[in-house]
Structures are given as C-alpha cells and as structure tokens.
C-alpha cells in the first residue's frame, strides 16, 4: 500500500472518530437521564407502598409485621420507618438529579443491603438487584448530566 493511501485510510478513520464526538454530545445527557430513572423509580414505587397517603413517615400498619416476620430484620418498626424515608428521598434526589451522587450512593447501599439480608438468592442478584447495583454505580461515578438540579445550580457536567 502506498504512503498515500495509507495516509488517506488513516484520514477516513479520523473523520468516522470524529463523528463520535457530536452523537456523544447529543446523547450523553440523555444516557446519564436514563442511568437514573429505572431503578430510582423502582425504589419511589416501592417507598409509595410502605406509606399512607403522602406522609413518608406515616408507614402502612403492615410494615412492621413485613419486616419482622418476612424479611426478618430486627427492630421492625424502626427499621420499616427508615426505610420508607430513606426509599422516598433517595429516590427523590436521583429522579430529580439534586445532590444525585449521594442519593445513588444510598440507594447503592439499599441494594447491597436487601441482597445481602432479604433477598440473597443468586438469581435475584442476577436478574435483578445487579442491574440496580451497576445504574447506581455509574451514576455515583458519571454523575446526573445536564438534566438534573444539580447541574442547573453548580453548572457542572456531568
């Protein structure tokens, strides 16, 4: 092969490279939005059945017994209390993307926790609770992106 078409090869690589720059411009918001959602919104639905109405610290009169009987976790109402607060505002930041890396970073923890104590089978962890686990990863470590509060206030990307 010639110099020439050597350096003309080389020159149709760098541009198809630097096609990936804008797509990643235009998506990277939108791919760190949709790292959030999923699992923050499994947790916001799991918190909206542990309450009554919309008072998190009004749990429902079920949860204590859940706690204490299924997941068998001590101090059951306290730890039913915790969780329906803890579940609704971790959520909640991550959703909205205020303070996003520490509400990851708690709902991180949460997985950890229900895998390791409730639910410790290795399929759950496969087909569930990895996924979890991996969206709150990326999300403590990429951070919110542009559609978030956090960027809205500190004008920092990600």
Known sequence: MSEHEMQHRGGIFH????????????????ALLALRLPTALVFWFSARTKVEGWNIFEITASQPFLFEYEYGLPFPAVTAH?????????????????????????????????????????????????WWAVTMFAVVALGPGRFSVDYLVFRRVP
Do not use: D
């Open 15 to 30: 541009r198809l490279a630097a096609l990936g720059e804008p797509v990643t411009e235009i998506l990277s918001p939108l």
């Open 82 to 130: 915790v969780t329906a607060v803890a579940e609704h505002v971790l959520a909640a930041l991550v959703i909205v993307g205020l303070f996003t890396r520490l509400g990851a970073l708690g709902l991180l923890l949460m997985t950890a926790v229900i895998q390791t104590f409730i639910y410790t089978s290795f399929e759950v962890w496969w087909n569930i609770h990895m």
